[in-house]
């Protein structure tokens, strides 16, 4: 399985971008699925996921200004960000981890998509 992020870019501050993650195909028995950002000089941290049931959550900062969404007939997750702030500057990337049906761990990565805010 691949995914594939995209929808970043440079905006100004208070400005709004709406990322994609596509899976090449269908997930099955996924647990939780999310969106994750590296800042610079900052570790890989947790933004949003949503689980197979669809519940999101939010990291904190982001509360109120960002919403994660999926679409299984579309094979795609998304996360909308709005109210933008400079630290919200990274690389955005999707997940989505599970264990298929044989019982077997998946943990799946996109390539990340750059998102950066200016002041």
């Known amino acids: 399985v691949q995914l594939a992020e995209s929808g970043g870019g440079l905006v100004q501050a208070g400005g709004s971008l709406k990322l994609s993650c596509v899976a090449s195909q269908t997930i099955f028995s996924f647990r939780r699925m999310g969106w994750y950002r590296q800042s610079p000089g900052k570790e890989r941290e947790l933004v949003a996921d949503i689980t197979s049931s669809n519940s999101p959550e939010y990291a904190d900062p982001v509360k109120g200004r960002f919403t994660i969404s999926r679409s299984m007939a579309k094979n795609t997750m998304y996360l909308e960000m709005t109210g933008l702030k400079p630290e919200d500057t990274g690389v955005y990337y999707c997940?989505?981890?599970?264990?298929?049906?044989?019982?077997?761990?998946?943990?799946?990565w996109g390539q990340g998509t750059q998102v950066t805010i200016s002041s």
């Open positions: 997940n989505v981890y599970g264990t298929t049906w044989a019982g077997e761990p998946f943990n799946y």
